[in-house]
């Protein structure tokens, strides 16, 4: 048993700022009906170029931790600056995230938002145990770089709260 109080640990975790995105995906609610998830996560990076990999993971207690766990498909959006009600809607437990969210549909119906600076489609290539999280892996099947004028800041988080590059 460890000594190190959690709360500490997860402060000291905040000192690392990071980028904020959301994740979603197409959840079988039965044989016919499918519905759409989404989450905020900021546990998101890089792994390969070849093969084209990227990670995030999900905490087991989250409340679509069944939805994405079980679903073969996801997206990664990037956030920009202008995005952060959104992080927060996503971030939410019990809120409609697509509610005022436009979206299409992307590979294997995977919902793909209207706004962001970059979204990676993926497969799962492998889930991992990660303590009280799950660790997902994904093989990007496509991207979009989006590269607008207005979106090139990233949303961050950092000691708890989000911030800009300057």
């Known amino acids: 048993m460890s000594d190190i109080d959690p709360r500490d640990l997860r402060d000291a ?25 989404a989450m905020t996560a900021n546990s998101f990076c890089s792994v390969s170029l070849d093969p084209p990999l990227v990670l995030w993971s999900i905490d087991k207690k989250a409340k679509s931790f069944d939805a994405f766990s079980k679903s073969e498909h996801f997206a990664v959006h990037i956030l920009h600056g202008g995005q952060k009600e959104l992080s927060s809607i996503c971030a939410t437990r019990n809120a409609d995230k697509f509610a005022n969210e436009a979206w299409r549909s992307g590979i294997e119906g995977v919902p793909i938002l209207a706004d962001y600076n970059t979204c990676f ?4 290539e492998h889930k991992y145990d990660g303590g ?19 979106h090139t800041n990233p949303l961050l988080f950092y000691r708890g709260k989000y911030t800009e590059v300057a």
Do not use: M, W, Y
């Open 132 to 150: 009280d999280h799950e660790i997902i892996v994904g093989r990007v099947l496509d991207f979009d770089n989006n590269e607008r004028e207005s």
């Open 13 to 37: 975790f905040g000192s690392f700022a990071t980028g904020v995105t959301v994740v979603t995906a197409l959840c079988k609610v039965d044989l016919i009906a499918k519905t759409p998830v």
């Open 121 to 124: 489609q993926c497969s799962v």
